[in-house]
T-cell receptor, first 112, second 111 residues
Framework: EAGVAQSPRYKIIEKRQSVAFWCNPI?????LYWYQQILGQGPKLLIQ????????DSQLPKDRFSAERLKGVDSTLKIQPAKLEDSAVYLC??????????FGSGTRLTVV | GESVGLHLPTLSVQEGDNSIINCAYS??????FIWYKQESGKGPQFIID?????DKRQGQRVTVLLNKTVKHLSLQIAATQPGDSAVYFC??????????FGQGTELSVKP
């Protein structure tokens, strides 16, 4: 089966600019996650979707981060405006039933 | 608060030796634990999981041990190979599929 697809692989932007990341989960996986992984740390959950509804966004900095999964399949994560501390790898993962998570390769964001 | 931590940030082993990577978790309500391997430039890759009603689970060359009394998790890799070099994370499912990750242990295998 195809894995979790993410794009772009790399992105460099200046602070205060906006950026968007895209994720296509494994077909049929109802649950989709966005994680932020700062260099040298474990991934931190930003938001969890079940189909097109938000299950948990308690760790999402909502003043600058937004995410949507309009049709319950693809998802986008946006940052506007970006700060230097947003430099990280943004990982998307999906699961069928709340376990057996599969991660994408991530988007490495550098804010300069 | 909820957190998962690792005892050692780095581990260096000789090729062919066994590796043991440790993890402490703090949420006693967690019912599912996963070990991930992450190579440079890639997302975390599933290695093995264990549910809270088990103490031990074995896979191919890997074994996970769960001690709920002291809230400790370990990953044992038998006959460690150079291809095992990576960062290893433990993660716990705290609720409704929400995974909390530890800081990671970097495993380096010397030929």
């Amino acid at each position: 089966e195809a894995g979790v697809a993410q794009s772009p692989r790399y992105k460099i932007i200046e602070k205060r600019q906006s950026v968007a990341f895209w994720c296509n989960p494994i077909s049929g996986h109802a649950t989709l996650y966005w994680y932020q992984q700062i260099l040298g740390q474990g991934p931190k959950l930003l938001i969890q979707f079940q189909n097109n509804g938000v299950v948990d966004d308690s760790q999402l900095p909502k003043d600058r981060f937004s995410a949507e999964r309009l049709k319950g399949v693809d998802s986008t994560l946006k940052i506007q405006p970006a700060k230097l501390e947003d430099s990280a790898v943004y990982l998307c993962a999906s699961s069928l039933s709340g376990d057996g998570y599969t991660f994408g390769s991530g988007t490495r964001l550098t804010v300069v | 608060g909820e957190s998962v931590g690792l005892h050692l940030p780095t581990l260096s082993v000789q090729e062919g030796d066994n590796s043991i990577i440790n993890c402490a978790y703090s949420n006693s309500a967690s019912d599912y634990f996963i070990w991930y391997k992450q190579e440079s430039g890639k997302g975390p890759q599933f290695i093995i999981d264990i549910r809270s009603n088990m103490d031990k689970r074995q896979g191919q060359r890997v074994t996970v041990l769960l001690n709920k009394t002291v809230k400790h998790l370990s990953l044992q890799i038998a006959a460690t190979q150079p291809g095992d070099s990576a960062v290893y994370f433990c993660a716990e499912n705290v609720e409704r599929g929400k995974l909390i990750f530890g800081q990671g242990t970097e495993l380096s295998v010397k030929p």
